[in-house]
Structures are given as structure tokens and as C-alpha cells.
């Protein structure tokens, strides 16, 4: 994943170095990633995005831990939390977001619903 958006970020260096270096965290813990990537704290794509990604390359097969590692290291949680489980749903389907984090959301509107969202 982290390689595909290399080969597909020709511009903006920042991020680039970023998602070189989140290649070579894969193994670190997200405290880890966070120091060295960013949290989204800055709230820039290069503070945002190797982090996201990270976070996403790392728990792709678990929505809620993907979720959850953007929480624990704070930063401009809504945002990384919010990209990182559109990309993990978007590999595993709505049925790997619990159900009770469904249950509990704001109301969407009604054509949305319509879409099965």
C-alpha cells in the first residue's frame, strides 16, 4: 500500500520522505511511527498522510484497531482516524466496522442511506 502511493505522489518531496520512512517502521510500534511520522498534529499532508497510511498497511485486516492506533497517539485524531477506516473499509467491506460504532453514529441523510451506506 505504502509502495503504490509512492509510485503514485510525483510531487510534494515532504510526503514522499514521509512514506519512505513509514516503509521502514512497519515493525515499530504506532507511538513509534507517530514520533517519527507525525500525528496529524500540524494538520499537513506531510504531518497526515505516512501516518495514515501506516496505520492502514499495519491493521488491514482489523477496522477498529486501525481506528484505534490513530486514537492512542492523539494529534489531529478525527481526521487520521476518519481516512485510515475509509481505506481499511473500503478493503474489508462495511461488515468489518462494529456494529456498535454503527449503531452509535451521527444520523445520515436519508439519501445517503439510500445508498447503503
Known sequence: MIEAALDLTTTGEYV??????ALRLLAKSPQ????EL?????????DTVPYVLWAASTRLADY????????????DMDTTSAMVGGIVAAH?????IPSAWLASREPLPGWLELAGA
Not at 32 to 35: I, K, R, V
Not at 38 to 46: H, K, L, P, T, W
Open 16 to 21: 514522499r520522505r514521509g512514506l519512505r520512512r
Open 32 to 35: 513509534e511511527a507517530a514520533y
Open 38 to 46: 507525525g500525528n496529524g498534529s500540524r494538520i499537513s499532508a506531510q
Open 64 to 75: 477498529e484497531a486501525a481506528v484505534r492506533v490513530c486514537v492512542v497517539v492523539g494529534g
Open 92 to 96: 474489508l467491506g462495511r461488515t468489518a
